[in-house]
């Protein structure tokens, strides 16, 4: 059973940072993909960011390039998601969630990821 358990949301103001945890445990598969998507109020939910193991390729929403920012701690098999220059847009639940065999066309589709963990809010003010 794949569990993730995300952390690090909370209220900034425009042009600060948060950093995110996403950690996982559970899975046998070698090859999966963990993601950052995010829900903003009355708006799908929106890819962010993805890293595909094994092999590290990291995937980036283009309008979120340059800000946004996503890595692994291997030996704590935590994800994490550096966002700067925050702006009260990138205001949303931000959800991290695991795919196994990713194939390239599908890691940025939301209804292909199997597990999800429960979402943390961030809130950028103006």
């Known amino acids: 059973q794949v569990q993730l358990v995300e952390s690090g949301g909370g209220v900034v103001q425009t042009g600060g940072s948060l950093r995110l945890s996403c950690a996982v445990s559970g899975g046998t598969s070698s090859s999966y993909a963990v993601a950052w998507f995010r829900e903003a109020p009355g708006k799908e939910r929106e890819f962010v960011a993805a890293v595909r193991r094994p092999n590290g390729a990291t995937y980036y929403a283009d309008r979120l390039k340059g800000r946004f920012t996503m890595s692994r701690d291997g030996a704590k098999n935590t994800f994490y998601l550096q966002m700067n220059s925050l702006r009260p847009e990138d205001t949303a639940v931000y959800y991290c969630?695991?795919?196994?065999?990713?194939?390239?066309?599908?890691?940025?589709?939301?209804?292909?990821?199997?597990?999800w963990g429960q979402g943390t809010q961030v809130t950028v003010s103006s």
């Open positions: 969630a695991r795919i196994s065999n990713p194939i390239l066309s599908t890691i940025r589709i939301s209804d292909r990821y199997h597990y």
